[in-house]
């Protein structure tokens, strides 16, 4: 080997790294916090006017004469009671449905269309005949939660059906696993990160149509309380509305994720 | 219990996958399948399984399964088929559950397979932690659970590496020698198939008949890779197979 001078010997140019995220907790909060500085700034130094984007401070005072007049828990339970009840038995009726469209021939033939065709129509579109046939009360709304849960949900279930390895279900057969025990054991565990997934999609599609719906008639309701905020240009309460509105469906989200991170363990 | 396969011939659509194969499955020994690729190797195991009906003949059981047999017709699939969402253990309790079993004798079965797989450490494990020699071993013990009196192996060792395989092999051979299980054994590979075999069965090119057959007298115990006598038996066996694979593979260029 011939002699090199040690000025030619020089380390390898390191060109690697990047396109990796790693986690920084504190980016996300700071940038909130400054976005809220900036805000709640320019509406004390007037740049302004509080009628057209009331300061920050403005709307979390709204948001506290809300909680001590005792009206928050009155509209965010009429709230979470027509989102829990309407999604869930929405979620729930789409799991069947799904299950049935991806096992039985008939069902997917039959209904298939059917699904396809209905999937598309915004439900709120329908809330006039949903009042016609469930009154203008409870029902109406939780009917077109129902409806908006129930098809994103078919056909996540469904499709989540088809996924599922049939080497998997060939193997359930031949050890003789009775066919209920194949569903249960083998498809529906099989299917459960895409029912999931259109449970979180299903979740947000809700709360679109909870505040639409609240909007069109409902004297409690988060959405009846921005809608009235609203028309009497209170703006600092309809921002306030809008918040609630915000972390309800980060709570969602949240509590969604726990039940993937919880149901979902083995893939680790 | 012996397994007799009777002028079976499969077609799919217009493809004729197996033509009129006639063979007999007999207890306490294994039949290694061989054959070009494509030559319905598995699809005669499928048959055999009942996991798929033949269009024409019949497989036959012939006498009662041994005493105590859950599941007299067993499967051992290439990638292992195991669930992700249980653990090994749970994997093997999935083949025993919905038989009329006490809880303490489902779980003395499920600790003595683990044991005779040396996967004892490993019972809470999830497949996604276990390469994939300790995979098949959980399908082995799978399989040993439910004390079949034939296995089906499907190309077991195919998804493993050279020396995963050849450890592999080693157990499963000390395992035949304990058990003295019947198995029907596919496999593309010469070296696994006289190592394994005691009758080895040559499949012709689609549509697969029985293009010839070889018995190999010497136990399995005795048997060394790089027998003499076995590294002729390949040598014969590739004589047998070279045109069919190679007509099978310009056939798979054509299509
Ligand atoms: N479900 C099916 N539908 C239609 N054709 C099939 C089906 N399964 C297998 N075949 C065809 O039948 C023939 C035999 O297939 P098979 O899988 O049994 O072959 P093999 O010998 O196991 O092949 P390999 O060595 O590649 O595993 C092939 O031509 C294949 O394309
Ligand atoms: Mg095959």
């Known amino acids: 080997m011939p002699d090199v001078r040690p000025q030619d010997r020089r380390p390898v140019p390191f060109r690697g790294g990047g396109f990796r995220p790693h986690p920084l907790p504190w980016a996300g909060p700071a940038v909130f916090l400054v976005l809220l500085a900036v805000w709640e700034g320019a509406a004390r130094a007037g740049l302004v006017s509080p009628l057209v984007l009331p300061a920050p401070s403005a709307a979390a005072a709204a948001l506290w004469s809300l909680v001590e007049s005792g009206r928050l828990w009155l509209h965010l339970s009429a709230s979470l009671q027509r989102l829990v009840i309407g999604w869930t038995l929405g979620t729930a009726a789409g799991i069947g449905l799904g299950l049935c469209i991806g096992l039985f021939s008939l069902a997917r033939a039959g209904l298939g269309p059917v699904v396809a065709a209905l999937f598309p129509i915004p439900k709120i579109a329908l809330l006039p005949l949903f009042i016609i046939w469930f009154g203008i009360g409870e029902g109406s709304k939780v009917a077109t939660l129902f409806f908006g849960a129930l098809f994103p949900t078919i056909i996540a279930t469904a499709g989540g059906v088809d996924s599922v390895d049939r080497t998997l279900i060939r193997m359930g057969q031949s050890f003789g696993l009775p066919w209920r025990d194949v569903v249960l054991k083998i498809v529906l565990p099989g299917a459960l990160p895409a029912i999931l997934s259109g449970a979180r999609i299903s979740a947000s599609i809700a709360i679109i149509l909870l505040v639409a719906a609240e909007m069109i008639g409902a004297e409690y309701g988060v959405g009846a309380y921005i809608l009235l905020a609203g028309n009497m240009m209170a703006t600092d309460q309809l921002i306030a509305g809008v918040a609630l509105l915000s972390v309800m469906g980060l709570t969602v989200a949240f509590l969604i994720g726990r039940a993937e991170r919880w149901l979902l363990r083995w893939r680790g | ?255």
């Open chain 2, 1 to 255: 219990m012996n397994l007799s396969i009777e002028g079976v011939s499969h077609v799919y659509g217009r493809t004729t996958a197996l033509d009129d194969i006639t063979l007999t499955v007999e207890s306490g020994r294994v039949l290694c399948l061989i054959g070009p690729s494509g030559c319905g190797k598995s699809t005669l195991l499928r048959l055999i399984g009942g996991l798929e009906r033949p269009s024409a003949g019949s497989v036959l059981q012939e006498g009662a399964p041994p005493p105590g047999c859950l599941n007299p017709l067993t499967y051992v699939f290439q990638d292992f088929a195991l669930l992700p969402w249980r653990t090994v253990a749970g994997n093997v309790a999935l083949a025993l559950e919905h038989h009329r079993l006490g809880r303490a004798e489902r779980a003395e079965i499920i600790a003595d397979v683990l044991a005779r797989t040396k996967l004892a450490d490993f019972r809470d494990a999830f497949p996604r932690q276990l390469s994939g020699g300790m995979k098949q071993r959980v399908a082995i013990a799978r399989a040993l659970a439910v004390r079949p009196a034939v296995m089906l192996m499907d190309e077991p060792l195919s998804a493993l590496d050279g020396q995963t395989r050849e450890l592999l092999m080693d157990d499963l051979v000390s395992l035949w020698e304990r058990e003295r299980f019947t198995a029907v054994y596919v496999t593309h590979n010469l070296a696994e198939a006289v190592r394994l075999g005691h009758t080895i069965v040559v499949l012709s090119r689609r549509p697969g008949r029985v293009h010839a057959t070889l018995t190999i007298d010497r136990p399995l115990a005795d048997r060394q890779p790089g027998d003499a006598d076995l590294e002729q038996h390949v040598a014969h066996l590739w004589d047998l197979m070279r045109a069919e694979a190679e007509a099978a593979d310009r056939e798979v260029l054509d299509a």
